[in-house]
């Protein structure tokens, strides 16, 4: 199995601040890489998918980059409604794995 | 626009099994390149893959569940099936199905069914 690790797992910032997250690959998954958002309660949101590729709706302020095991998801001007659980899934080969997720909290 | 809605038991007696079934609408199973997943996620942790299923009936598990799940589908009701046999309190968790397309990931959720395993 790919293992995908996320760091750092909190991260406390302020409205408007710039935030990025890391996943890391046990193993290279080219650009097989989705991000999702998680709030309490909730289920996943479908952030990024092919590592860089918004999907249909998600505003600009979030992106993704990376190839191969380390990728990163960047959170610009961050927003009350942005603060959440970030979640990496690689989708390269079975079995499908996911990080262990990111906690964004409010400063 | 594509809706996924999770249903099945709440609570599950250790050693049973869970049956859970994934109604959808605004796409079709029987279309090339489409697929459902099962994901889990237990309270306070994280996403776990469980298995999916697509258009042409091929199967996909999580090796670590394959001997315990398995996954059907009904073209026809617009329906994906889950089965997991002799349920543990270990597995006590959210269950979600999700839509995705051959080479992409789950792009569509339901909003998750809990399910608790005790006696």
């Known amino acids: 199995d790919i293992q995908m690790t996320q760091s750092p797992s909190s991260l406390s910032a302020s409205v408007g601040d710039r935030v990025t997250i890391t996943c890391r690959a046990s193993?290279?998954?080219?650009?097989?890489l989705a991000w999702f958002q998680q709030k309490p309660g909730k289920a996943p949101k479908s952030l990024i998918y092919?590592?860089?590729s918004l999907q249909s709706g998600v505003p600009s302020k979030f992106s993704g980059s990376g190839s191969g095991t380390d990728f990163t998801l960047t959170i610009s001007s961050l927003q009350p409604e942005d603060f959440a659980t970030y979640y990496c899934q690689q989708y390269n080969s079975y079995p499908y794995t996911f990080g262990q997720g990111t906690k964004l909290e409010i400063k | 626009q594509i809706t996924l809605e999770e249903s099945g038991p709440t609570l599950v007696k250790p050693t049973q099994t869970l049956t859970l079934t994934c109604t959808f609408s605004?796409?079709?199973?029987?279309?090339?390149?489409?697929?459902v997943g099962w994901i889990r996620q237990p309270p306070g942790k994280a996403l776990e893959w469980l298995a999916l299923i697509y258009w042409n009936d091929d199967k996909r598990y999580s090796p670590s569940l394959k001997s315990r799940v398995t996954i059907t589908k009904d073209t026809s009701k617009n329906q994906v099936v889950l089965t997991m046999t002799n349920m543990d309190p270990v597995d006590t968790a959210t269950y979600y199905c999700?839509?995705?397309?051959?080479?992409?990931?789950?792009?569509?959720w339901g909003q998750g069914t809990l399910v608790t395993v005790s006696s």
């Open positions: 193993q290279g998954i080219t650009n097989y």
């Open positions: 092919a590592a860089s």
């Open positions: 999700a839509h995705l397309l051959v080479g992409t990931t789950f792009d569509n």
């Open positions: 605004g796409f079709s199973l029987s279309t090339s390149g489409v697929g």
